[in-house]
């Protein structure tokens, strides 16, 4: 396998990310380029969760992904198994992604040939809810493990995602989460957000979500 | 039980963080109190290993501990209920604590009559990495589901704590996860990290844990 390009995100220097970020999406939907947001904690499953979204979805759209990460290129090297594009940025230390920096890292994918461009955004509940990233809908990953109260203590994460992903719920069992408590937590902070329960290791719950987001891209193409 | 006291805190106007850092721990070598900066990500069991914590040790030493958190009361409330000196700390959307507002934080907790004062840091793995908060000693928490390689992706939080606990190892059997490996990372990016392997919610291993901290916080005060 070919080594994963890496691309070394330099900080903004505009001042409103806002307008940024609306300029990125104009310009992406000119262009029928769908991007995905998607974050959560360190170790949710955010790769295996976008292995098994690209595995169900690579098929029929055509697909590039961004992996954000303070170092190291092993999620990106994961990504690039599936066989889509895949490129890893590095935000040298820094939380999160702003529009400026994500749309480095669509210049350097280069999405001319590409319907689904997904920014796996760094690990972390607090920074990437507070950038808009010029993202067309943001996907944020919650995993069984984590508990149920995480709506009530991240709020500002899960008002401005439109997607919630429950993962790992294979392991109920083993763990105090109370999965409709969650929903009503999720639901009073945004009741406009869509809510999956998946288990990404065994493919459980995938079609559901892949088909939302599929209709999501075909939707944003017309 | 009283209401919680809430401290909301100001960002620092101090340029020089880790001369703030040493001049606060210089002072609390003075008064004899040792504080503990603990950090993880969110949903690692970081209130539940502190409450733990806490039961091991507190009939021995006097213990404060300030919560902080973007939002949100829930975890000082449920530290308050072991019975020990608990405040809450709001960042208002800061992803991290550095030591002049560890400072605020101490001032409004009252170390006069506190042996260990644990701070439990916002949760998030990239961002209390980068400031040094004026603490005698670093933890952090990685939980099982979190994965093993979760040093090679966080090396910066791995390389400045002094101990690593590695929680819910009840749920061993349910996750790909090897303890082994996980020590050996860890080794790699911090060869004098103390790594203890426990579980919170039932006590397994919190007296090897609480027994090296009770030393630390004696020969701080030698």
Redesign the interface.
Known sequence: MDEVKIIEIKQSVFKNNDEQAEHLRESLKKKGVFLLNLMS????GKTTTLKATINALKDRIKIGVMEA????D?DAKKIAETGVKAIQLHTG?M?HLDAEMTKQGLDALNTEDIDLAILEN??????PA?FDTGAVKNAMIL?????D??P?????MFSISDVVLIN?I??LP??DFDVEKCREYIRERNPNAKVFTICAKSGEGIDEWTEWLNNEVREWKK
């Open positions: 904690s360190p170790g949710s990460d303070i170092d190291s092993v230390g939380c760094v690990g972390n509940l607090v920074c507070e995993s069984v493990p984590e508990g109260d995480k009530l203590k991240y709020p500002l790992k294979d392991v083993y763990f």
